[in-house]
T-cell receptor, first 112, second 114 residues
């Protein structure tokens, strides 16, 4: 069964304290792995798509990496405005294109 | 370019009633997917529409149904509402085949069933 597990469930950081969020997945053929940011009461906001092991993408203080079994979202010198829930999702090559399988997310709090 | 818009933003319904949620896809996106997100959980795939046809469905009963219109907008209909249907309903649009594409989500409709 295709599934996504994110850890930790919650993470509290001080402003400037770098850390990483983990997304472990099992899928029968990976078409793509997606990272989203979600603020309370809002829809997920697209961050990155990764397609193959070894791929990396960066955006401001965020960097996403991908291996054959997991993905990491590295946050460098976070600011309070980075506080949000970060969601990881995979799209299996055997499923319909719209079928993203999401993890439960990591709730990040960054204190000034 | 306009993003994905959903209406209404909030809705309260009574158990057993029917509800229709609406979604306008991002300009140029021809594929729409619907997701259900319970509190503290990740979104769960309900179904997807492409060229006005359903072309993928998650583990949801037939009382969840949908439509896509020629302008790519979409509706989600839920019949015989149950208390467990209370959730944030998200619509996402995409343009398959586009390099480095990502699904664009709307802000959702918060449905409360009492």
């Amino acid at each position: 069964e295709d599934q996504v597990t994110q850890s930790p469930e919650a993470l509290r950081l001080q402003e400037g304290e770098s850390s990483s969020l983990n997304c472990s997945y099992t899928v029968s053929g990976l078409r793509g792995l997606f990272w989203y940011r979600q603020d309370p009461g809002k829809g997920p906001e697209f961050l990155f798509t990764l397609y193959s092991a070894g791929e990396e993408k960066e955006k401001e203080r965020l960097k996403a990496t991908l291996t054959k079994k997991e993905s990491f979202l590295h946050i460098t010198a976070p600011k309070p405005e980075d506080s949000a829930t970060y969601l990881c999702a995979v799209q299996a090559s055997g499923g319909s294109q719209g079928n993203l399988i999401f993890g439960k997310g990591t709730k990040l709090s960054v204190k000034p | 370019e306009t993003g994905v818009t959903q209406s209404p933003t909030h809705l309260i319904k009574t158990r057993g009633q029917q509800v229709t949620l609406r979604c306008s896809s991002q300009s140029g996106h021809n594929t729409v997917s619907w997701y259900q997100q319970a509190l503290g959980q990740g979104p769960q795939f309900i179904f997807q529409y492409y060229r006005e046809e359903e072309n993928g469905r998650g583990n949801f009963p037939p009382r969840f149904s949908g439509l896509q219109f020629p302008n790519y907008s979409s509706e989600l209909n839920v019949n015989a509402l149950e208390l467990d249907d209370s959730a944030l309903y998200l619509c996402a649009s995409s343009l398959p085949g586009q390099k480095n594409y990502g699904y664009t989500f709307g802000s959702g409709t918060r449905l409360t069933v009492v």
